[in-house]
């Protein structure tokens, strides 16, 4: 009898996860639940930061009556955070399939329209079965002349997509599909920082330093007043600060690593992993072999426009890359054009 009635409460506690999932497909995905509960951390992370402030600090709640721009621009600050990082998390970081159906469907506007004089209907068959058909496919073509000449497909075919990776691709096991400009897979976020998305994160955690700084000014002034007052309000602001102060310092490291990598079109995974990718494993580590300039770095990062095909350097111009600076580069700006 006992065994009887567990089977059914474990029928029926099945029934209703099959229910919830039915209505919330996105809970029936492990990897989507994980990341729906770290960004729902992270929302009370900061309401309850935001919300003891305000709760203890009497002296705060008088500034805002008479200085109400003050409040209302932190708040503002604090909403678009979470406004950036919402954005941010839910954008797409360009994947590979997505450029594939671009260039497929160019291909055949350009075809069908030298056949039909500029009227001409546009039919577009499975890009990626397309792209499998062989070295004939416009994205073949195009990612052939990508790479250097001589380089083997398999150097750039994905071993798990079966599609061709245009030069700085790679493949995100988490979210299994491969990344344009791939930089890393943010556990926070729940997505990928790629080609499409990169400049966005890079927003994020600009807003987000500047909140936790102006936050971390507000618990410091609230206990450099009233650290002689109430001993356990005091004990609960003092480890919040703490941790307030490391998460600050994380963040603006971060900022600067990122601020580098975009000054010198680099990425994560091509910093950290150069001797795993093939064509640049034999490129020293002073040398950045994409880099443009500052200016031309910033202006296709922050305008984007087909970037993310970018040709590998030829031997000549990462000899010319890797050729030390002098007081004429210096005064010609060699590092921003």
């Not at 500029?118 to 416009?138: E, H, K, Q, T, Y």
């Not at 971060?254 to 990598?261: A, C, D, M, R």
């Not at 970037?307 to 010319?320: K, N």
């Amino acid at each position: 009898m006992a065994f009887t009635d567990l089977c059914r409460q474990s029928c029926s506690r099945a029934s209703e996860s099959d229910r919830c999932y039915r209505y919330f497909p996105c809970l029936a995905d492990p990897a989507r639940r994980s990341s729906l509960c770290l960004r729902l951390v992270l929302v009370i992370m900061h309401l309850v930061y935001a919300g003891i402030l305000f709760l203890f600090d009497k002296d705060l709640i008088e500034k805002t009556r008479r200085e109400p721009w003050y409040t209302a621009l932190y708040l503002l600050l604090f909403l678009a955070t979470l406004v950036q990082y919402f954005i941010t998390a839910c954008s797409s970081p360009g994947y590979v399939i997505d450029a594939i159906k671009a260039v497929s469907l160019l291909a055949n506007c350009n075809r069908d329209a030298s056949k039909k004089n500029g009227s001409f209907v546009v039919i577009v068959d499975d890009p990626l079965r397309r792209n499998l058909l062989g070295s004939d496919s416009p994205w073949s073509k195009t990612v052939m002349d990508l790479h250097l000449p001589g380089t083997p497909t398999r150097n750039y075919i994905c071993s798990y997509c079966n599609v061709d990776q245009p030069p700085r691709a790679k493949h995100c096991h988490d979210c299994d599909r491969c990344v344009l400009k791939f930089d890393h897979h943010c556990t926070w976020l729940g997505t990928c920082i790629g080609y499409s998305n990169h400049c966005r994160f890079w927003w994020y955690i600009f807003l987000e330093s500047a909140l936790c700084l102006w936050t971390a000014f507000l618990y410091i002034n609230y206990l450099h007043i009233n650290i002689s007052q109430t001993w356990w309000k005091s004990a609960i602001m003092v480890a919040m600060l703490i941790f307030l102060l490391m998460s600050s310092i994380f963040l603006l490291l971060l900022l600067l690593f990122h601020s580098y990598l975009i000054l010198t079109n680099q990425t994560t995974y091509e910093l950290i992993r150069r001797q795993r990718i093939s064509y640049l494993s034999h490129v020293p580590r002073r040398v950045c072999p994409f880099n443009r300039g500052m200016c031309r770095n910033l202006y296709y990062f922050c305008c984007g426009g087909s970037s993310y095909l970018e040709r590998v350097p030829t031997p000549h111009e990462l000899e010319e890359r890797s050729r030390p600076y002098t007081c004429w580069d210096a005064l010609t700006c060699r590092c921003c054009f």
